[in-house]
């Protein structure tokens, strides 16, 4: 597509649920990365791919927390038994390779845990 | 990855031009300055990148001078619709986990 997609835009979920948020990235993009924003803060990454290496997850804050991607294409990121404090913008983002730093970034998913 | 420092916050009027320093005392030989915007309710958006000297472009310009342990964008007649966060990375090689502080939150008032 023309940007990366991200959905849902908007999950409002009950403590303890999992959660699973997708990403589209544009089309030919090898790289993926996934990204928390906290309310008023900066963004702290989550996750790397890149094509069929083994991905990055040295940013992922505990084993709640887990993402998959097939090939070079949808990402989805789950969060299981989700905490009030797993509340954030979740942002997807890809770029053509792992040395090109115009990230497109989509518009985010925000998950609410009441 | 090069640790930046940026303003909170700056404000405006429309038609001013904004400038923005960023620090980066420890930036590395191979590290490139990134900037990017962020409006409410959007992920960020690239805007524009450089190494030393200047660079222009239809959204900005980056002045990095010849030390490059700083740097200034600077947003020329500025409108309503530039409020937004404005976000200094250093970036270079091969590491990609983008180093996102708090931003600039840009105000621009009529």
């Known amino acids: 597509g023309a940007g990366v997609s991200q959905s849902p835009s908007n999950k409002v979920t009950e403590k303890g649920k999992d959660v699973e948020l997708r990403c589209d990235p544009i089309s030919g993009h090898t790289a993926l990365y996934w990204y928390r924003q906290r309310l008023g803060q900066g963004l702290e990454f989550l996750i790397y791919f890149q094509g069929n290496s083994a991905p990055d997850k040295s940013g992922l804050p505990s084993d709640r927390f887990s993402a998959e991607r097939t090939g070079e294409s949808v990402s989805t990121l789950t969060i299981q038994r989700t905490q009030q404090e797993d509340s954030a913008v979740y942002l997807c983002?890809?770029?053509?390779?792992?040395?090109?730093?115009?990230?497109?970034f989509g518009s985010g998913t925000r998950l609410t845990v009441v | 990855l090069a640790k930046t420092t940026q303003p909170i916050s700056m404000d405006s009027y429309e038609g001013q031009e904004v400038n923005i320093t960023c620090s980066h005392n420890?930036?590395?030989?191979?590290?490139?300055i990134t900037w990017y915007q962020q409006f409410p309710s959007q992920g960020p958006r690239f805007i524009i990148q450089?190494?030393?000297t200047k660079v222009t472009n239809e959204v900005a310009s980056l002045f990095i001078p010849a030390d490059r342990k700083s740097s200034t964008l600077s947003l020329p007649r500025v409108s309503l619709s530039d409020t937004a966060v404005y976000y200094c990375l250093g970036t270079g090689g091969l590491d990609y986990k983008l180093s996102f502080g708090a931003g600039t939150t840009v105000t621009v008032r009529a």
């Open positions: 420890n930036i590395a030989t191979n590290d490139y």
């Open positions: 450089g190494y030393k």
């Open positions: 983002a890809s770029s053509p390779d792992r040395e090109s730093y115009g990230y497109t």
